[in-house]
């Protein structure tokens, strides 16, 4: 069983930053790859970053220059620093846990508002 916590949401500013964390229990041995996702009410769900095992990453476009996806050596938590945050980037922020694109275990989601 394979739980992610996710920390480090809240309220805050346009301009500001948050740092928020996902931090993974249980049986992850055969994950390569780790992402932030989120979504607005009413809205689908969209990628924010990726990180695979070999470190590579990927962002979306709307968040490039502004979000860092990075990982700890053990591989277990992954965090997304997120700079210049606009009303826009207002959402529940999950990370996901899976192999390749396939993502498999989910948080439950902390929430990120950001006042204009």
């Known amino acids: 069983q394979v739980q992610l916590v996710e920390s480090g949401g809240g309220l805050v500013q346009a301009g500001g930053s948050l740092r928020l964390s996902c931090a993974a229990s249980g049986s992850i041995f055969s994950i390569n790859t780790m992402g932030w996702y989120r979504q607005v009410p009413g809205k689908q769900r969209e990628l924010v970053a990726h990180?695979?095992?070999?470190?590579?990453?990927n962002y979306a476009d709307s968040v490039k220059g502004r979000f860092t996806i990075s990982r700890d050596n053990a591989k277990t938590t992954v965090y997304l620093q997120m700079n210049s945050l606009k009303a826009e980037d207002s959402a529940v922020y999950s990370c996901?846990?899976?192999?390749?694109?396939?993502?498999?275990?989910w948080g439950k989601g902390t929430l990120v508002t950001v006042s204009s």
């Open positions: 990180i695979t095992s070999g470190g590579s990453t």
């Open positions: 996901a846990m899976g192999v390749d694109i396939a993502m498999i275990y």
